[in-house]
C-alpha cells in the first residue's frame, strides 16, 4: 500500500482545474433551443467545461460504411453552440450499433425491429477496430473543437458493457481507440477509465492487461451513496468512499509508473430523491445536504493536485419522477428551477475554475483497510430476470489505420425530426419533446422506447447488484 495521503496538500492548490456538470444534451427531448438554454445555464454556473454522451450505436446504426446526416447535424449545433459560450466538451462515446455488436444472435434476431430493446447495444463491440474507426472519424470532423473524448462509459458496470471478461473487453477496446483519436486530432485529450465508483480493483486489472501508454488521463465515477464525501467509510472498500477511493486508484497508478498522468472524476454527485432503503446505495440526501456535500467535494477535489477535472451529475433532474433515484442528482429541478446545490455549486467552483483559496474542509481523516470486508447477508428479495444468452468472445485488436474526415453521410431524413443519440441514463419516464402538434414523429417515439428499455435494464442490474453488495 503506498502513502497515498502524503501526496495530498494540506491547503487548497492553487492551480486551475476544469471544473463542470453532466448535461444530457443528445436526448429524446431536447431540440436545438433546449440544448442552447441548457449550455446557457451551464456557462452561469461558472462551469468551463460539460459532459455529454454521444451514442455510436446512432451515429452508425446502419453499419459501418456511412453516419447518419441527423445525428451528425445534432452533434454539430451541440459543437458549434458549446464554442460559442467558451464552453469545452468532454464527449463520451458509448452504446453499440447492432451491426458492431458481440450479442448473441438470439437477441439480434439479425438486427431487426427494436434490437436496442433486447440490450444488444449494451453488449462489447465484436471488433474492437470498428469503434476505434469510428470514434477517430468523430474526432477528426471535430479537430481541435472537442477538448476531450472519452472511452465508453463504465465499462466495469454490466448495464453498459456486457462481456465475458470485462476488463479484457476495456483493454481492448482502449488500446485500438487511443491511436485512431491521436491520429485525427494530436491535441485531442483521450480519457479512458469511466469506472463506476473508485474501483481500484479493476484499475489494477486494466494495468495488467497493458493499458499503460494508451490514454491521457484516467476517469473514475467516485460515489459515496448518501453519505459525505469526507467519510472515509472504513467499513467499506475504499471504492464506495469518495475521500479514500480516490487516492486508491491513485495508488495503482503510481504504482504501474504513471504517477504523472492526471485523473479526472468525470461523475460524482447526489440524488435528493426521497427514496429510502436499507442499503445505502439506493438513497437520496435532501436537498440542503446535497448543497452541503457539493462545497465540501469541491473543496476535496481543489486538494488533490492530480485531479485535473471533475464533473457533477447533473445540471438538471431528468424526470419528474422524485422515486427514480438517478433522474434526481441534478443541481436544478426538472421544472428548471434551482436546488440549493445550484447556488452551493456557484459560489465554490471558482477554487477550481480560478484556483482561489477558499478553506478546506478540515483535517484529512485517516486512510481504512484497503480490502472490502466480508459482507451482511443480502436482504430478501425476488429475483429479477438474468440475462443468460452466450456472449459471443471479442476477437483480437486489429491495427487502426489513419482516419480520414467523415465522407458524405446518409440523406437526412425529411419532415419530422428524428431520434437524438441514446445516453446513459435515460429518464424513467420520457416526455414527449414539446410541440405545437399533438402527434410525436415515428423516430422521436423509437428513441422513447430506446430509453425505457435502457432504463428497465439498469433497474434489473441494480437488483442484481443487490445480492453482491448489500449494507
Same mark, same amino acid.
Not at 33 to 47: N, P
Not at 121 to 135: E, G
Not at 197 to 218: E, M, N, P, V, W
Not at 233 to 252: L, N
Given at each position: =500500500?503506498?502513502?497515498?495521503?502524503? =501526496?495530498?496538500? %494540506?491547503?487548497?492548490?492553487?492551480?486551475?482545474?476544469?471544473?463542470?456538470?453532466?448535461?444530457?444534451?443528445?436526448?429524446?427531448?431536447?431540440?436545438?433551443?433546449? =440544448?442552447?438554454?441548457?449550455?446557457?445555464?451551464?456557462?452561469?454556473?461558472?462551469?468551463?467545461?460539460?459532459?455529454?454522451?454521444?451514442?455510436?450505436?446512432?451515429?452508425?446504426?446502419?453499419?459501418?460504411?456511412?453516419?447518419?446526416?441527423?445525428?451528425?447535424?445534432?452533434?454539430?449545433?451541440?459543437?458549434?453552440?458549446?464554442?460559442?459560450?467558451?464552453?469545452?466538451?468532454?464527449?463520451?462515446?458509448?452504446?453499440?450499433?447492432?451491426?458492431? *455488436?458481440?450479442?448473441?444472435? %438470439?437477441?439480434?434476431?439479425?438486427?431487426?425491429?427494436?434490437?436496442?430493446?433486447?440490450?444488444?447495444d449494451r453488449y462489447v463491440p465484436k471488433d474492437p477496430a470498428a469503434y476505434a474507426s469510428a470514434l477517430g472519424k468523430v474526432a477528426a470532423r471535430y479537430k481541435g473543437r472537442v477538448k476531450a473524448w472519452e472511452i465508453w462509459n463504465e465499462?466495469?458496470?454490466?448495464?453498459?458493457?456486457?462481456?465475458?471478461?470485462?476488463?479484457?473487453?476495456?483493454?481492448?477496446?482502449?488500446?485500438?481507440?487511443?491511436?485512431?483519436?491521436?491520429?485525427?486530432?494530436?491535441?485531442?485529450?483521450?480519457?479512458?477509465?469511466?469506472?463506476?465508483?473508485?474501483?481500484?480493483?479493476?484499475?489494477?486489472?486494466?494495468?495488467?492487461?497493458?493499458?499503460?501508454? *494508451?490514454?491521457?488521463?484516467?476517469?473514475?465515477?467516485?460515489?459515496?451513496?448518501?453519505?459525505?464525501?469526507?467519510?472515509?467509510?472504513?467499513?467499506?472498500?475504499?471504492?464506495?468512499?469518495?475521500?479514500?477511493?480516490?487516492?486508491?486508484?491513485?495508488?495503482?497508478?503510481?504504482?504501474?509508473?504513471?504517477?504523472?498522468?492526471? =485523473?479526472?472524476?468525470?461523475?460524482?454527485?447526489?440524488?435528493?430523491?426521497?427514496?429510502?432503503?436499507?442499503?445505502?446505495?439506493?438513497?437520496?440526501?435532501?436537498?440542503?445536504?446535497?448543497?452541503?456535500f457539493v462545497k465540501l467535494q469541491v473543496q476535496q477535489v481543489a486538494k488533490w493536485s492530480y485531479v485535473d477535472a471533475t464533473i457533477w451529475f447533473n445540471l438538471k433532474d431528468t424526470s419528474n419522477d422524485?422515486?427514480?433515484?438517478?433522474?434526481?442528482?441534478?443541481?436544478?429541478?426538472?421544472?428548471?428551477?434551482?436546488?440549493?446545490?445550484?447556488?452551493?455549486?456557484?459560489?465554490?467552483?471558482?477554487?477550481?475554475?480560478?484556483?482561489?483559496?477558499? #478553506?478546506?474542509?478540515?483535517?484529512?481523516?485517516?486512510?481504512?483497510?484497503?480490502?472490502?470486508?466480508?459482507?451482511?447477508?443480502?436482504?430478501?428479495?425476488?429475483?429479477?430476470?438474468?440475462?443468460?444468452?452466450?456472449?459471443?468472445?471479442?476477437?483480437?485488436?486489429?491495427?487502426?489505420?489513419?482516419?480520414?474526415?467523415?465522407?458524405?453521410?446518409?440523406?437526412?431524413?425529411?419532415?419530422?425530426?428524428?431520434?437524438? *443519440?441514446?445516453?446513459?441514463? #435515460? #429518464?424513467?419516464?420520457?416526455?414527449?419533446?414539446?410541440?405545437?402538434?399533438?402527434?410525436?414523429?415515428?423516430?422521436?417515439?423509437?428513441?422513447?422506447?430506446?430509453?425505457?428499455?435502457?432504463?428497465?435494464?439498469?433497474?434489473?442490474?441494480?437488483?442484481?447488484?443487490?445480492?453482491?453488495?448489500?449494507?
Amino acid at each position: =500500500m503506498l502513502g497515498a495521503w502524503s =501526496m495530498i496538500p %494540506s491547503s487548497a492548490a492553487a492551480a486551475t482545474k476544469l471544473a463542470g456538470v453532466q448535461a444530457h444534451l443528445l436526448w429524446a427531448n431536447v431540440d436545438t433551443a433546449e =440544448m442552447k438554454r441548457q449550455l446557457d445555464l451551464v456557462k452561469s454556473s461558472g462551469s468551463t467545461i460539460t459532459r455529454v454522451d454521444v451514442g455510436w450505436s446512432s451515429l452508425q446504426e446502419t453499419g459501418p460504411d456511412s453516419f447518419s446526416s441527423y445525428h451528425l447535424g445534432r452533434l454539430d449545433a451541440l459543437v458549434n453552440a458549446a464554442e460559442a459560450r467558451g464552453i469545452k466538451l468532454l464527449l463520451t462515446f458509448t452504446w453499440t450499433p447492432c451491426w458492431a *455488436s458481440s450479442a448473441p444472435e %438470439s437477441l439480434k434476431q439479425g438486427c431487426a425491429g427494436e434490437w436496442w430493446s433486447r440490450g444488444v447495444d449494451r453488449y462489447v463491440p465484436k471488433d474492437p477496430a470498428a469503434y476505434a474507426s469510428a470514434l477517430g472519424k468523430v474526432a477528426a470532423r471535430y479537430k481541435g473543437r472537442v477538448k476531450a473524448w472519452e472511452i465508453w462509459n463504465e465499462p466495469n458496470h454490466e448495464a453498459y458493457f456486457k462481456a465475458p471478461d470485462q476488463a479484457a473487453a476495456y483493454a481492448a477496446l482502449v488500446k485500438a481507440a487511443y491511436p485512431a483519436v491521436k491520429a485525427a486530432d494530436p491535441n485531442a485529450t483521450v480519457v479512458a477509465g469511466s469506472l463506476s465508483a473508485s474501483d481500484h480493483a479493476f484499475t489494477t486489472r486494466l494495468y495488467q492487461l497493458g493499458i499503460k501508454g *494508451s490514454f491521457d488521463a484516467f476517469s473514475i465515477h467516485p460515489y459515496s451513496d448518501d453519505v459525505s464525501p469526507l467519510d472515509p467509510r472504513i467499513d467499506q472498500d475504499p471504492k464506495y468512499s469518495f475521500i479514500r477511493g480516490v487516492p486508491a486508484v491513485r495508488d495503482v497508478m503510481v504504482a504501474n509508473g504513471d504517477g504523472a498522468k492526471p =485523473m479526472w472524476l468525470t461523475e460524482a454527485g447526489y440524488s435528493t430523491s426521497p427514496t429510502r432503503s436499507t442499503h445505502r446505495y439506493l438513497n437520496g440526501v435532501s436537498e440542503a445536504t446535497q448543497a452541503e456535500f457539493v462545497k465540501l467535494q469541491v473543496q476535496q477535489v481543489a486538494k488533490w493536485s492530480y485531479v485535473d477535472a471533475t464533473i457533477w451529475f447533473n445540471l438538471k433532474d431528468t424526470s419528474n419522477d422524485v422515486n427514480d433515484l438517478y433522474a434526481n442528482c441534478g443541481l436544478r429541478r426538472w421544472d428548471g428551477s434551482a436546488k440549493p446545490a445550484w447556488a452551493a455549486f456557484q459560489d465554490s467552483i471558482a477554487i477550481l475554475t480560478h484556483g482561489e483559496e477558499q #478553506p478546506g474542509p478540515g483535517p484529512q481523516l485517516p486512510e481504512g483497510p484497503r480490502e472490502p470486508l466480508t459482507p451482511a447477508p443480502p436482504a430478501p428479495q425476488t429475483p429479477a430476470p438474468v440475462d443468460t444468452a452466450p456472449v459471443v468472445p471479442v476477437t483480437p485488436v486489429t491495427p487502426v489505420s489513419p482516419v480520414a474526415p467523415i465522407t458524405p453521410v446518409t440523406p437526412a431524413p425529411p419532415a419530422t425530426p428524428t431520434k437524438p *443519440s441514446i445516453t446513459k441514463r #435515460p #429518464p424513467a419516464k420520457t416526455t414527449k419533446r414539446p410541440t405545437k402538434k399533438k402527434t410525436v414523429s415515428a423516430k422521436t417515439s423509437r428513441a422513447t422506447k430506446k430509453a425505457k428499455a435502457r432504463a428497465k435494464a439498469r433497474v434489473a442490474a441494480k437488483r442484481k447488484a443487490v445480492a453482491r453488495r448489500a449494507r
